[in-house]
């Protein structure tokens, strides 16, 4: 089990391994910046992680714009590399999206509010995926859907989201990408219960 920071109000959730990558990432783009990044079993073996945890992590990441893959057929990602954001971003310890905070004590409500954190990431991202797939979009509207899916992930994964504007985002998402609210319904349900009962 990770052991997840706690941070500010308008600040995300991260854990360890997510920033243990990034520093790996970094590591090898000072040796090497102009190669590909680090390989995934290199990556699985340094952590010592499951391939599952490996890749929703690094996805999280990804979708983030700290890292980049490589794509390679038949895999999600084979090679990953750091972004100059990712690079910003840890050298700035002041930023919300990848904060530097300290240890929260470990107890029922971080391990319940973590875990509901990476349901989120996970629901978004095959939310991303649905986007993606379906047929019809005009490119300007995925990205736009994308984008707003994006928004609407990031308020929900504030320490205290913003009811205003979770129930806009909520309106935005039925009227304009209905097909990922089924997908979405429960997990909204259960963040905003969580976060104003």
């Known amino acids: 089990m990770t052991q997840s920071l706690k941070v500010g109000p308008a600040e995300h959730l991260i854990d360890n391994i997510q920033r243990r990558m990034l520093e790996i990432l970094l590591e090898e783009s000072k040796k090497n910046p102009t190669g590909y990044g680090v390989h995934r079993s290199d990556m699985k073996r340094t952590l010592n ?5 490996m890749d929703f992590n690094m996805t999280y990441l990804a979708k983030r714009n700290l890292v980049n893959f ?12 750091i972004t100059s954001f990712g690079e910003e971003t840890l050298a700035n310890r002041g930023d919300k999206l990848l904060p530097l905070a300290q240890p929260a004590a ?4 971080e391990d319940a509010e973590s875990n ?3 349901r989120l990431a996970d629901a978004f991202q095959r ?9 019809g979009l005009a490119e300007e509207k995925e990205k736009e859907v994308l984008e707003r899916l994006n928004l609407f992930e ?10 205003g504007q979770i129930q806009k985002g909520w309106k935005w998402v039925k009227e304009n990408a209905d097909w990922v609210e089924p997908l ?5 349900l259960e963040r905003v219960k969580l976060a104003f009962e």
């Open 127 to 135: 939310a991303h995926d649905l986007t993606k797939a379906k047929g």
């Open 184 to 188: 979405l319904r429960p997990i909204v």
């Open 106 to 109: 470990q107890g029922a409500d």
């Open 154 to 163: 990031g308020e929900l994964t504030r320490k205290e989201p913003d009811a």
């Open 49 to 53: 992680i499951s391939e599952k945890k």
């Open 116 to 118: 509901l954190v990476q």
């Open 70 to 81: 490589v794509p390679v057929p038949n895999y999600h990602w084979l090679w990953a590399k």
